[in-house]
């Protein structure tokens, strides 16, 4: 790859110093302008796929079909029958689920490029893998438990007048709360 | 009127803010304390607390993606 020159250094360097360009894309928005900003796309997003914002459900998807993948028959068990049973009808590239998470993940790539702000960072630990693994799972599998994490279950339920929002968030605080106890206590 | 540092590059929140409370609390008035981190979001909230707390504090941008605050310790 070729270097950037004197010159087009200086023109990103100009860009990132514009002040809207900061305000937009460097700098952190305020919370009431994320929270605008999601709910006009939680809207858009019910009304083009009839579905509220949900994360986790399509990971349990990933899962299947990694597991089917591997030989395993996911398509049998109970869960996708009785509770998922959408999970029969779709592939990896026509889960609406899937290719908002991939849009996520692309997303933020592409808004911590803009805002100039990339950077590989370094596992400082083993104890800090530890963590991340036993957080992920734990997290993961309590978001099954729960049929959704904080997004399909706190986010989306709750404009959604549903009640398994307002049940939901008590004991997400709890969880939050003893989760930062077990952090500070021994991955710290 | 030391200076300290404190390596949280690596770190996700809440631990560099966590870090951040406790190694102030170790040092005495005047002391400074300078705060490496790589996480956008302790960009955020280390300052929101040090401000809060009323000590003084400046954020440098060293290199992409990583920053130094720099606390002083004022009571």
């Given at each position: 790859m070729a270097e950037p020159t004197p010159q087009s250094a200086s023109v990103f360097a100009a860009v990132r110093a514009n002040d809207t360009f900061k305000a937009l894309l460097v700098n952190p928005w305020t919370y009431v302008t994320g929270a605008v900003v999601l709910a006009m796309f939680n809207s858009a997003l019910l009304a083009s796929t009839g579905k509220a914002w949900g994360v986790t459900t399509s990971f349990a998807y990933w899962g299947a079909w990694a597991w089917e993948a591997l030989?395993?028959?996911?398509?049998?068990w109970l869960y996708f029958n009785e509770?998922?049973?959408a999970f029969l009808k779709l592939s990896f590239f026509t889960d609406p689920g899937t290719l908002i998470n991939l849009g996520v993940i692309v997303g933020a790539l592409l808004a911590c490029l803009l805002a100039g702000q990339f950077k590989i960072k370094r596992l400082k630990s083993n104890r800090q893998i530890v963590a991340a693994i036993l957080g992920g799972l734990l997290m993961g599998f309590g978001a099954r438990l729960a049929f959704g994490c904080n997004i399909g279950s706190l986010f989306s339920a709750i404009p959604s007048m549903s009640l398994h929002g307002w049940v939901f968030m008590p004991f997400m605080f709890c969880g939050a709360f003893l989760g930062s106890r077990l952090l500070v206590k021994y991955f710290m | 009127m030391a200076q300290q540092n404190l390596d949280c590059l690596g770190e996700a929140c809440p631990v560099p803010l966590i870090r951040t409370q406790k190694a102030l609390a170790g040092l005495v008035v005047g002391d400074v304390l300078v705060v490496e981190i790589d996480h956008s979001c302790a960009m955020k909230n280390i300052p929101e607390w040090a401000g809060k707390e009323g000590h003084n504090f400046e954020i440098e941008e060293v290199a992409d993606g990583q920053w130094e605050i720099v606390i002083e310790k004022t009571h």
């Open positions: 030989g395993g028959n996911p398509r049998s509770v998922k049973p | -």
